[in-house]
């Protein structure tokens, strides 16, 4: 069982997994270096464990210790016991849910080893914010997506924002990175896999008449919010794909623009 230990210092080095975590330079350069990510909520807190992450420690106002009790009597971890107000101090923010948890990170599977058994992917290039990769990988859950594939430059998928947004999900979807961008992608054709760029770009075919859910292997290519996929990735694509669009909107934000293309290339959606 874990121990319960009151904390009432936001300076004691106990709490140092907590410190800064809305300084987002900081915590991006700190928690991968040392190997750890934050889970904010109940329900998160479950999820990584769930997913066999093992827990550093846990942050808890009073009144969350009866709900986490079985969590807390399951690890070994300690449970710092603190105020809100505390919490805030050391955090950054007010932690609204009353419970964060450090967990270990466990290493990333290669791109080869997702692609030897996946059928759908999506492969993210550029997306550096935080929300919209929660939002992917919500969806990527949801409608049946295999893996994620980022680029170099993606944003962590385990930073504390992402995690939230995806409510947990960015621990049922597998992931890894390229190498090398674009190529990386490369690795990706020769796995079997048709290389589908999203863009909103009038010279690319509506996803509907693609039919990449009749596909035997699909990765779909999302580029950043705004700027989209860049010219190298799209020249390296097999295919340029859209969303048909309505009273002149021309393009959606990535994370629902995903959410679309996600169930376009389902391979169990229903025939029209």
């Known amino acids: 069982m874990a121990e319960l230990i009151t904390v009432e210092d936001p300076d004691d080095p106990r709490l140092t997994d907590y410190t800064g975590l809305t300084d987002v330079e ?15 909520g109940e329900k998160v807190i479950r999820r990584a464990g769930d997913a066999g992450y093992a827990m550093r420690s846990m942050l808890l106002s009073a009144k969350w210790v009866d709900v986490m009790r079985d969590v807390i009597e399951e690890v070994p971890a ?23 948890a450090s967990m270990r990170r466990k290493p990333l599977p290669t791109a080869a080893d997702l692609l030897r058994t996946a059928r ?33 430059d993606c944003a962590d998928p385990l930073y504390r924002r992402s995690v939230k947004v995806s ?27 048709t290389l589908l760029a999203l863009t909103p770009d009038e010279k690319a075919k509506a996803l509907d008449d693609v039919a990449p859910h009749r596909m035997d292997r699909v990765a779909l290519m999302l580029g950043a919010e705004g700027e989209g996929l860049s010219r190298q990735a799209l020249v390296a694509a097999d295919e340029w794909v859209r969303i048909p669009m309505s009273h002149g909107v021309d393009s959606l934000n990535v994370g629902a623009a995903a959410a679309v293309a996600f169930y376009a290339v389902a391979t169990g959606r229903p025939e029209t």
């Open 120 to 152: 759908r992917v999506a492969v993210m290039e550029s997306v550096n914010d935080h929300t919209n990769i929660g939002a992917i990988f919500r969806s990527a859950a949801a409608l049946g997506m295999d893996a994620v594939l980022l680029s170099p």
């Open 78 to 100: 300690p449970v710092y016991v603190v105020d809100p107000a505390l919490a805030e101090q050391v955090t950054g923010y007010h932690v609204h849910r009353g419970a964060l």
């Open 26 to 40: 900081l915590r991006r350069r700190r928690e991968p270096a040392e190997g750890l990510f934050i889970a904010e």
């Open 167 to 193: 409510m947990g999900a960015v621990f049922s979807v597998p992931y890894a990175r390229l190498d090398s961008w674009p190529g990386g992608l490369d690795s990706v054709r020769e796995a079997g896999f």
